[in-house]
């Protein structure tokens, strides 16, 4: 069974611009999860969905959006980067309705903004 | 507020000896405890998790323990291994919102001496 996927695995964007990111589930995977790491905050939680609907959202502002496709592919967009959004973004996926079940990470995108 | 810690950024530890990585949670209405390893280059990958309702669990090589009345947990692995090197997470999920979101704790990075 293949894993999460994520593309790109790196970007590199300047200030401003804005970017989407884009998450394959394992299939039969209906949770879908965003999270940002960076060496300064962590892992920190962005948001999770579940059949098309966003569930839950951590705290960041609304440049930070997402939503999930049908089949459970998940997209998450930043407008007008800034520098502090550098960081690696990590998709995860769980069986169900994700709290219990186990949650399978991506790989991640490296994004850099200069 | 909810926050998941680590006492110590670095473990270092000899090839065959046991590890030991604490975690120290603020929640305590927290439900669900897992334990990620995080491989250079690689998203987080489940190692073991234990409800609010247990106190140990094992699996290969590794053992969680949860003390709620301190609000404390901790990862255990047996015979460590060079492969075990790597940074170690606790994290915590919290039922929100109809979902859920994850907590991670800082991380521990684990070095393995041969």
């Known amino acids: 069974k293949a894993g999460v996927t994520q593309t790109p695995r790196y970007l590199i964007k300047t200030r401003g611009q804005q970017v989407t990111l884009s998450c394959s589930p394992i299939s039969g995977h209906r949770s879908v999860s965003w999270y940002q790491q960076t060496p300064g905050q962590g892992l920190q939680f962005l948001f999770e969905y579940f059949s098309e609907t966003q569930r839950n959202k951590g705290n960041f502002p609304g440049r930070f959006s997402g939503r999930q496709f049908s089949n459970s592919r998940s997209e998450m967009n930043v407008s007008t980067l800034e520098l502090g959004d550098s960081a690696l973004y990590l998709c995860a996926s769980s069986l169900a309705s994700g709290f219990y079940n186990e949650q399978f990470f991506g790989p991640g995108t490296r994004l850099t903004v200069l | 507020g909810e926050s998941v810690g680590l006492h110590l950024p670095t473990l270092s530890v000899q090839e065959g000896d046991n590890s030991i990585i604490n975690c120290a949670y603020s929640?305590?209405?927290?439900?669900?405890f897992i334990w990620y390893k995080q491989e250079s280059g690689k998203g987080p990958q489940f190692i073991i998790d234990?409800?609010?309702?247990?106190d140990k669990r094992q699996g290969q090589r590794v053992t969680v323990l949860l003390n709620k009345t301190v609000k404390h947990l901790s990862l255990q692995i047996a015979a460590t291994q060079p492969g075990d090197s790597a940074v170690y997470f606790c994290a915590e999920n919290i039922f929100l919102g109809g979902g859920f979101k994850t907590i991670f704790g800082a991380g521990t990075r684990l070095f393995v001496k041969a």
């Open positions: 929640n305590s209405a927290s439900d669900y």
């Open positions: 234990i409800r609010s309702n247990m």
